[in-house]
């Protein structure tokens, strides 16, 4: 966690940098994003000196509470797991064809950002299957 706070921080001044000089909507969007993630960082480990545990929100850490819940699922309600393994498959499937959608045009951040999520639970969910 920390290392991402200091990947982060450094990645942050590269970009500043960059925008300084020669300015696009690219830098300024993962300019954004990095201080979110860092900022993330920042809370999670504030959150751990406070009170030894962690919220859980930055992505390093959601990931790997996830992995343990379904780890836990796995071993204790397989049924249950495979049902919800299935349900992450077809909102893979979902997300993929609302992409392709003309229609929702004017949601398709949104869109990418749940395929996104579907599509990495998709994996964990693989791997811990595969254990």
């Known amino acids: 966690m920390y290392n991402d706070r200091v ?9 500043d940098k960059q ?17 979110i993630r860092n900022l993330q960082a920042h809370r999670e480990l504030e959150e751990y000196n406070l ?3 962690f ?14 819940e379904l780890e836990h699922l796995w071993r ?3 049924p249950q797991f495979l049902e919800d393994y299935a349900n992450v498959r077809d909102n893979v499937k ?4 609302r992409l392709n959608n003309a229609k929702r045009a004017d949601k398709r951040e949104n869109d990418e950002l749940l ?4 599509v990495e639970k998709e994996r ?3 791997e811990v299957s595969e254990l």
């Open 115 to 118: 395929l996104q999520k579907h």
């Open 51 to 53: 009170k030894g545990q």
């Open 55 to 68: 919220l859980n929100k930055h992505p390093l850490l959601n990931t790997y509470s996830l992995r343990s």
């Open 124 to 126: 964990l969910m693989k």
């Open 7 to 15: 990947y982060s921080f450094m990645r942050m001044q590269e970009l």
């Open 19 to 35: 925008l300084d000089d020669k300015p696009t909507k690219e830098a300024v969007k993962e300019l954004a994003l990095t201080s």
């Open 76 to 78: 204790k309600n397989r």
């Open 94 to 97: 979902r997300y993929k064809s």
